[in-house]
């Protein structure tokens, strides 16, 4: 059974860092497509950082240059830094894993094309 475990969430200032984690297990990690969703309240789910097997990364317009994905495959874990965090990044995050292997672009375009989920773990950034 897949299952995936975030954690790293915490209440920070504008202006802060956090770095979350993913960890999976269940399944071949090394193989599968994973990626950082969010979602705030009253919004939909936003996809903000995806990365393949090999570690080429993916990321939505509201956080490159301020967070980095990447994923260490000996320990079945991804990783989310997060730098510079605004009030607007105030949400909950969940990690995400698909399968199949296609472009990164993709899986941004629409969060239900993962098929599997964590519970998710809240950021959230006070003024």
């Known amino acids: 059974e897949v299952e995936l475990v975030e954690s790293g969430g915490d209440s920070v200032e504008s202006g802060g860092s956090l770095k979350l984690s993913c960890t999976g297990s269940?399944?071949?990690?090394?193989?599968?497509?994973m990626g950082w969703v969010r979602q705030a309240p009253g919004k939909e789910r936003e996809v903000i950082a995806v990365?393949?097997?090999?570690?080429?990364?993916t990321y939505a317009a509201s956080v490159e240059g301020r967070f980095t994905i990447s994923r260490n495959n000996g320990k079945n874990t991804m990783y989310l830094q997060m730098n510079d965090l605004k009030p607007d990044d105030t949400a909950m995050y969940y990690c995400?894993?698909?399968?199949?292997?296609?472009?990164?672009?993709?899986?941004?375009?629409?969060?239900?094309?993962?098929?599997?989920w964590g519970q998710g773990t809240q950021v959230t950034v006070s003024s």
């Open positions: 995400a894993a698909s399968a199949a292997n296609f472009e990164g672009s993709w899986y941004m375009a629409r969060a239900q094309r993962f098929g599997y």
């Open positions: 269940g399944f071949t990690f090394h193989s599968y497509m």
């Open positions: 990365i393949s097997w090999d570690s080429a990364a």
